[in-house]
């Protein structure tokens, strides 16, 4: 565990905290994904430290040239973006969102995987679906016209950066499905134990 | 009352009920949107109902989370995370503990004014609760521990002196709030700077006079060294760089060098550098610095895309309709209203955080407390003041999750709940204050920049 003198390693402890479902089991679907949308969201961390040299330059070429560029300024919040919607699958699948356990964590295990069921079926994947279903039309559309920034100097393929509302919406999609399946396996398979 | 009105109450009033389900919050949001549209939709379709909300009105979404994604000013939030996470391992904090027990071992209550003072110079450099609550607890409860502290007292003072992050700009809960209000987040931070410090100060007054009153709660150490030029010269260098990163991030807003979110980007620069002046430095710690930012904004981000999901199909069954009538009419003045809905939002604190406040509650009542007559700096200001209180309050509140998460074991959840009551009771005073007194918001937004 964390040295005294390494406060750090409280906080990292404190943010990879247990599933809020014990011993979940695994399925070959999530054998297959997770260690996949694991890995995209530890490669898109590097995201954080290329936003923050994007920032200082812009800052000092503001004070050294007299004007910041308008393409680093767009760029800051294409990095943030992409960055927060990856992270997304990520965070579904270390289960990091934030849950009220106040009550929910004295429930029994198959308690706690029923509402899992019920959350997923019910909430996620339909709120996943309905935002994958009407975000293809439109990036279609930036496509379609070739839309560029509004701004003069600003950067052009606006529907690349607007693809990473499907892309990452769809990969949310993934690793709920995921999940799903590794709850089910919990509720209904007998055969592992 | 329209049908459409009723729904959205039922959709509010389901929310509270359903969060206690134990489902992250950010999907019971966005599910009850999805939800409530097939709801309003079916009985448009089938009862002839009016309510209007269909799924071309909730695939408004997409168009909410493309704001999102090319809002500029949110860069911040990812910004002023990584910042935290990077100061946490930087150890800054290790440094000033070390020097400021010195100056302070002689005083009763002492080790809990070091707290205090690096706390508030934490809370001045970065705006991750989650990160100062930790390393205080980390760093100096232990020590208390051995000292014969008492465990309340002792848990009580790490929990509201490290949240006091999210109210002492730059705080993360400040930019979001100017974010759903439209507001300038700098005139936030600067707002929120002194009724932030005084509600420091007065945390100071109350350890300072307590541990006079009752010895026996805050003991001073056996063996203590006497002030010398040494240790005052130690205390100073090992404060050097916190003002250096307060005068980086505040002073470059406050002088309108730069925007909050070129700010950030700077002060994060800063940490990474402290952290390789000190040492700290390394592959691992880069890396971990932007696994936990990621997770962290996933966290944060997650309730907005739930939430903003939530609230348009909210408005769209004239939700915001209800608040405003109801809220006209209570029979109050002006002044009065505004007091119940800091109440309600007070209480609200039990329960939710202050993510779900800021973004559902704050869009509602923010444009009915401004056609009140009222300053919206002023008022964010006063709702970030009542907000610390959220963390803090039981059932619900990351300070006491993150303090249980760290604590000693023989600090127990009563002690937790019992050392918070009298920091809460300062929070509540503070409030009164500050309502009281809108100079100590509006005064400092008016004189930066120039």
Not at chain 2, 22 to 34: C, D, E, S
Not at chain 2, 106 to 112: K, S, T, V, W, Y
Request: aromatic letters at 12%; charged letters at 15%; hydrophobic letters at 55%.
């Amino acid at each position: 565990m964390a040295q005294p003198d390494a406060p750090g390693a409280q906080l990292d402890a404190l943010l990879s905290s247990r599933d809020h479902i014990p011993r979940l089991p695994e399925t070959p679907f999530s054998r297959a994904v997770d260690p996949l949308i694991e890995w995209l969201g530890r490669v898109s961390s590097v995201l954080w430290p290329i936003l923050v040299a994007v920032i200082t330059v812009n800052v000092l070429m503001r004070y050294v040239l007299g004007r910041g560029l308008v393409e680093f300024e767009e760029i800051q919040w294409h990095l943030y973006a992409v960055g927060f919607l990856i992270a997304q699958a990520w965070c579904v699948q270390n289960d990091g969102h934030v849950r009220i356990d106040v009550f929910a964590e004295h429930f029994r295990t198959r308690t706690k995987c029923w509402v899992e069921l019920f959350g997923m079926l019910v909430w996620l994947l339909p709120f996943v679906l309905l935002v994958v279903w009407f975000s293809v039309p439109f990036v279609a559309y930036s496509f379609r016209i070739g839309e560029i920034s509004e701004a003069p100097g600003g950067l052009p393929y606006r529907f690349a950066v607007k693809a990473f509302l499907f892309v990452g919406f769809v990969l949310l999609a993934i690793a709920t499905v995921s999940r799903l399946t590794r709850v089910l396996a919990a509720l209904f398979d007998r055969s592992g134990r | 009352m329209e049908y459409g009105q009723i729904l959205a109450i039922l959709m509010f009033l389901s929310f509270i009920a359903l969060l206690f389900l134990g489902y992250p919050v950010a999907w019971t949001l966005g599910g009850l949107a999805i939800s409530f549209t097939a709801i309003a939709w079916i009985s448009d379709t089938l009862f002839d109902t009016f309510v209007g909300v269909d799924w071309a009105f909730t695939s408004g979404i997409v168009d909410r989370i493309w704001d999102t994604m090319k809002n500029w000013v949110l860069v911040a939030l990812p910004m002023f995370i990584y910042m935290g996470i990077m100061l946490d391992k930087s150890g800054m904090a290790e440094q000033m503990m070390e020097s400021f027990v010195k100056l302070y071992g002689r005083l009763r209550g002492g080790m809990a004014l070091v707290v205090c003072n690096i706390g508030v110079l934490l809370a001045a450099s970065t705006g991750v609760v989650a990160a100062s609550v930790t390393l205080l607890a980390v760093l100096a409860l232990p020590a208390m521990l051995n000292l014969k502290y008492d465990k309340g007292f002792a848990a009580g003072t790490v929990g509201a002196v490290g949240t006091l992050g999210i109210l002492i700009p730059p705080s993360i809960m400040l930019v979001l709030m100017a974010d759903r209000l439209s507001l300038s987040a700098g005139d936030l931070f600067m707002g929120a700077f002194i009724p932030g410090m005084l509600l420091g100060a007065l945390y100071i007054v109350f350890i300072v006079i307590y541990a006079w009153l009752k010895p026996e709660v805050g003991p001073v150490p056996p063996n203590r060294e006497p002030i010398t030029f040494k240790v005052i010269w130690g205390v100073v260098r090992a404060a050097v760089p916190a003002f250096l990163l307060i005068l980086a991030v505040l002073g470059s807003i406050f002088f309108g060098i730069a925007t909050p979110t070129e700010a950030s980007g700077i002060g994060a620069l800063g940490a990474v550098l402290l952290a390789a002046i000190n040492g700290r430095l390394s592959w691992k710690v880069l890396k971990d610095t932007g696994y936990e930012t990621t997770k962290t904004t996933g966290m944060i981000f997650g309730i907005f895309l739930g939430a903003t999901a939530f609230s348009l199909v909210l408005r769209g069954l004239g939700g915001d309709d209800v608040v405003e009538k109801g809220l006209k009419a209570l029979p109050f003045g002006p002044d009065g209203i505004v007091i119940a809905v800091l109440f309600f939002v007070f209480i609200l604190g039990f329960f939710l955080d202050w993510i779900e406040i800021t973004l559902i509650i704050l869009p509602l009542i923010g444009p009915v407390v401004k056609d009140l007559g009222f300053d919206l700096v002023w008022f964010c200001v006063v709702m970030a003041v009542v907000l610390q209180s959220s963390f803090l309050t039981p059932p619900v509140g990351f300070t006491l999750f993150y303090l249980k998460g760290v604590a000693p074991p023989e600090v127990t959840t009563r002690d937790i709940y019992r050392g918070i009551m009298p920091f809460v009771a300062i929070i509540a005073a503070t409030t009164v204050v500050v309502f009281l007194w809108k100079d100590l918001v509006l005064w400092l937004p008016s004189v930066a920049y120039k």
